[in-house]
């Protein structure tokens, strides 16, 4: 899913970065060390924007609680939080009341919803959140050495 979803920023203008071991993974001292799925950046109307997208293969209750807790500690270090699941399971009849309370609670707290098959559907939209400048540095010294486009 990694490739699909970091496509899908990449056509909206953002330099994105995939959890793998030929990429540069972003992560923060303020999240333990955790590295992100998926990492975008890209600079509108004079600011930046920072995405974090943590993404699940399956929508048991683990991997819902899991995925929500940690976008919402990504938060506190980028400007736009999503959560991805697979399409498939989303749109399983039998998924209709998980999925709708999916919906619910990253509407409630404040975070993106997508849907991943071979394209990206954000199915709830992702409130842009500010940006700490400390965040900003730490953020702009991880994509500097092989980022296409400049933040400075």
């Not at 979803?5 to 203008?13: E, M, Q």
């Not at 071979?118 to 940006?131: F, Y």
């Amino acid at each position: 899913m990694y490739p699909i979803i970091a496509d899908h920023f990449s056509r909206l203008g953002y330099d994105t970065r995939i959890d793998s071991p030929e990429q540069n993974s972003i992560k923060f001292d303020l999240l333990k060390g955790w590295t992100i799925d998926v990492t975008g950046m890209r600079k509108r109307e004079g600011t930046a924007e920072v995405i974090a997208v943590e993404a699940k293969n399956d929508v048991d209750a683990q991997s819902v609680t899991q995925a929500i807790s940690q976008a919402e500690m990504y938060k506190n270090v980028c400007t736009k939080v999503y959560v991805a699941f697979p399409d498939k399971y989303l749109n399983l009849k039998e998924n209709r009341d998980v999925t709708r309370e999916i919906q619910e609670l990253c509407e409630t707290k404040g975070i993106g919803l997508l849907s991943v098959r071979r394209e990206c559907k954000e199915i709830v939209k992702a409130p842009s959140l500010p940006l700490r400048i400390h965040m900003y540095n730490d953020i702009i010294n991880q994509f500097k050495g092989t980022a296409r486009h400049s933040y400075l």
